[in-house]
């Protein structure tokens, strides 16, 4: 599972816009945990046992008035955007606004949002028979 592709939408049309280098995905964001390698890694390497990741999509919608605040504050679009003329900005912002074109039901914009749940014990968490950590 990758992140959500209705938001990269936005993200790569920007970056395009402006020849922007789309962000690594072990660059802070709201993508760094895309990977559940990379949090199994993290986990780990911060002695967490048990360690136990698992996608789940989550339904969500977002109402027309809110969708260029959102993805204007999110990601690397805010930042091009406050170091840009107002033409540039103009453009991005259509560049990016088009590429939700997509995902429009009504007057809200439908997606299904690729989320991760983990969990993992302490590893100096005294467990049980079954593997359950205790305090």
Not at 35 to 50: A, F, K, M, N, V
Not at 64 to 92: A, C, K, N, S
Not at 119 to 135: I, K, L, V
Request: glycine share 8%; hydrophobic share 35%; net charge neutral.
């Amino acid at each position: 599972m990758g992140h959500s592709r209705w938001l990269g939408a936005g993200q790569a049309a920007a970056c395009r816009k402006e020849s922007r280098r789309t962000p690594s995905p072990d660059e802070p964001g709201q993508f760094a945990f895309a990977d559940p390698d990379r949090i199994h890694r993290i986990l780990t390497e911060s002695s967490w046992t048990g360690i136990d990741i698992r996608p789940i999509d989550m339904a969500c919608a977002l109402p027309e008035r809110e969708l260029d605040r959102y993805f204007t504050l999110l990601g690397p679009v805010g930042p091009i955007l406050r170091d840009t003329d107002d033409r540039t900005r103009t453009q991005v912002t259509e560049t990016a606004r088009a590429a939700f074109d997509a995902y429009w039901h009504g007057t809200n914009v439908r997606f299904t949002a690729a989320c991760w749940t983990a969990g993992a014990r302490a590893s100096s968490a005294p467990t049980d028979s079954t593997g359950t950590a205790h305090a």
